[in-house]
């Protein structure tokens, strides 16, 4: 009998007391594990990531949750081979795991990069820009996201079991909150190597990672409020989450990916011998036979002008015929099996559902032609095109998850989109066209039926990551039948696990909650050149008030002269005197803001290192020639950079003329060292 998965529960490895259920290689039928969570105390599981990993990681900053992703990655990374060899025992070829593997730590360092570049070394963000409340500006609003005090359980399918978790964990840990996985049975001691990697590492704060490897028996039960679950799989399983009274009564967050009935168009503008033609086979036959057509955003209908239909077929054929099938291990083998026997079952009776609609027209539904493999013993499913029936409704309501395809035709851009919609909300579409037109027509009818739309053509076609490719920048998830979720989308990820708020407040209060100055807030004048401090020395408020200098004629016509800028407005008397906003010559917007600069800068070296950038620039008030500017220059935000001897700091610019009108607003982003030795 081969060994019992132990789930990490509360600090500790457990290991049920009984011998668990087999789990079986998928090619080859051998017992590869047992899996069994009889006696796990899921309470104490939630009270310890509530507890214990909770408060240790709110503790830390975006950055340093965000650096410790990093060096996760590069710990998996470490281990990647293991990982790949035990891959195998699930169906998954080298091609499939590094789908599965490669991109689940891809997604680490992409978060860890994220985390930095994008989020404040802060617990919290600000979302948006300050409400102004009152008239006189002693009463403003700021919507911010803090860390919710709670747990993440994951509930993933059995397709992805290293990124399958890995890519619900990156954002969850970003946002501070701890993470329950609980893999699918079927591929579980895949997640279970990883996790159990992850754990010696020592890299994650206790009580942030923990495996429930079995039934999830009680542990929804466990949930209240502040508590978050992230679902992928069925439909059904999904409907059962959504009644469980955690959910309607208690408030717990679920998100959901479900079926999905994706879709690829070929654009009615594509002949056989464009490369759009090519370009959209290949990636059809990509989509059916990577992970044996076992992933959520596989191309389940292939939507085709009818007049191509036999084109298409013919073409898929010819690929498809050189797929060989058979153990993942065989280095000939181009596609393994299904993850199960049951998963096999369950993809024969789809085929057959789809059969009362639709004609085989290339493959074998019994997965004869096996390059290797016992076709009894191992899940193996020959790769099948089906061609639907004008009116065929089955290819729109039944998903048959695995390498299976349906072509369907269409008359006009207008039903194209009608068919696509009748999948009833997916995940990802695609569309094959060069046709500028057509893909705007194509987008817009789908978009409110997908989470994300690919627009494939010979000019993106040599970096596109393909139709089936969830990345980390882009959100992944879909309406209706796909569950109405979101995950990953880069930061958006991160901020779906945090609360968002809006605070009402004075000014010095607010600056106070969000350590971020607020306009109106208290100024600091300390006498010394905020320039002159490092970053150890500088308080949020410290300000400089600087002296006035007038905009002349000869420093308008400089400008003009020196950048090449000679826009009427700045050059031609009479042109500009006609123009209704300005009425006569006007200074340019970036020789005003180069003339604030010269006002503030301390010239001699010190601890400001560089300006790196100008952010919310706004020119409000034309400065003309004999007018007088100053400006105010506030210590708004100060961002210690890890691993660097200099840290962020963002300036608050108020540009005024003789008036005290603001000319311009803007944010001064410089870099200025920890510490600063005068010698």
């Avoid at 080859?28 to 990993?53: K, N, P, Q």
């Avoid at 037109?437 to 409110?448: D, F, I, M, N, Y």
Wanted: some cysteine; proline content about 6%.
């Amino acid at each position: 009998m081969s060994a019992l998965l132990e789930s990490y529960a509360a600090g500790r490895w457990f290991r049920a007391a009984d011998d668990g259920e087999p789990l079986l290689d998928a090619a080859t039928g051998e017992e590869v594990a047992r899996i069994s969570s009889r006696g796990l105390d899921v309470a104490a599981m939630v009270r310890h990531a509530r507890d214990t990993g909770g408060p240790a990681l709110r503790a830390l900053t975006f950055h340093e949750r965000a650096a410790l992703l990093k060096a996760l990655a590069k710990h998996l990374l470490e281990h990647k081979e293991e990982l790949y060899a035990l891959s195998a025992r699930t169906g998954a070829t080298a091609r499939d795991t590094a789908v599965d593997v490669d991109g689940g730590i891809g997604t680490l360092f992409s978060y860890g990069s994220k985390g930095v570049r994008e989020l404040p070394n802060d617990t919290i963000v600000l979302d948006g820009g300050l409400e102004r409340l009152g008239k006189g500006g002693t009463f403003v609003g700021q919507h911010l996201y803090t860390s919710r005090p709670g747990v993440a359980v994951q509930i993933n399918a059995f397709n992805f079991p290293v990124w399958g978790m890995l890519e619900k964990l990156a954002p969850a840990f970003l946002a501070g909150l701890p993470t329950i996985v609980k893999p699918a049975s079927q591929t579980a001691y895949l997640t279970e190597l990883a996790v159990r990697r992850i754990i010696e590492s020592g890299l994650l704060p206790e009580g942030t990672l923990q495996l429930l490897a079995g039934s999830a028996g009680g542990l929804l039960d466990e949930l209240t409020t502040q508590d978050s679950v992230a679902f992928t799989g069925s439909a059904h399983t999904a409907g059962i989450l959504r009644r469980h009274p955690g959910v309607l009564d208690e408030g717990v967050a679920l998100n959901v990916e479900a079926d999905s009935l994706n879709c690829s168009i070929l654009g009615p503008d594509v002949r056989p011998d464009d490369p759009e033609f090519d370009l959209f086979v290949k990636g059809v036959v990509t989509e059916m036979t990577v992970k044996a057509g076992q992933k959520c955003t596989a191309i389940r209908r292939v939507l085709v002008p009818t007049g191509m239909a036999g084109q298409v077929v013919d073409a898929l054929a010819d690929r498809l015929g050189k797929v060989s099938v058979g153990d993942p291990r065989n280095p000939d083998v181009r596609m393994g099996p299904l993850a199960s026997l049951g998963q096999r079952e369950e993809v024969r009776k789809a085929v057959e559902a789809l059969m009362t609609s639709a004609e085989v027209v290339f493959g074998d539904p019994k997965g004869a032609g096996l390059l290797d493999g016992d076709p009894e013993r191992g899940a193996f499913v020959t790769p099948l095109v089906l061609r639907a029936r004008p009116g065929a409704v089955e290819p729109h309501d039944v998903e048959p998850f695995g390498p299976v395809s349906t072509v369907i035709g269409y008359d006009g851009l207008d039903e194209a989109v009608a068919l696509a919609a009748r999948g009833k909300g997916s995940l990802v579409a695609s569309v094959a066209t060069h046709d500028p037109g057509v893909a705007r027509s194509v987008v817009l009818g789908l978009a409110p039926w997908h989470g994300r739309v690919l627009v494939l053509d010979r000019d993106d076609a040599k970096e596109s990551t393909g139709h089936g490719s969830p990345l980390p920048v882009l959100v992944h998830g879909g309406p209706g039948r796909a569950g109405g979720g979101e995950e990953l989308g880069g930061v958006r990820g991160v901020l779906h696990h945090m609360q968002r708020t809006a605070v009402q407040a004075a000014p010095d209060q607010l600056t106070a909650i969000t350590g971020r100055w607020t306009t109106g807030a208290a100024r600091a004048d300390t006498g010394v050149h905020p320039f002159r401090k490092s970053l150890a020395e500088l308080r949020i408020g410290d300000t400089i008030a600087s002296a006035s200098r007038t905009v002349s004629l000869a420093d308008i016509d400089h400008f003009a002269e020196f950048t090449g800028d000679t826009f009427y407005a700045h050059t031609d008397p009479e042109a500009a005197a006609r123009n209704p906003l300005f009425g006569g010559i006007v200074a340019h917007g970036y020789l005003v803001v180069s003339l604030a600069a010269g006002l503030f800068v301390d010239p001699a070296p010190g601890p400001v290192l560089a300006n790196f950038g100008v952010d919310s620039l706004r020119f409000l008030t034309p400065v003309k020639a004999g007018d007088t500017i100053a400006v105010t220059l506030t210590v708004k935000q100060i961002t210690p950079r890890s691993n660097a001897d200099y840290g962020e700091v963002r300036w608050d610019a108020v540009v005024t003329n003789q008036e005290g009108r603001p000319v311009a607003t803007y944010d001064v982003l410089t870099l200025v060292a920890k510490t600063w030795d005068e010698r």
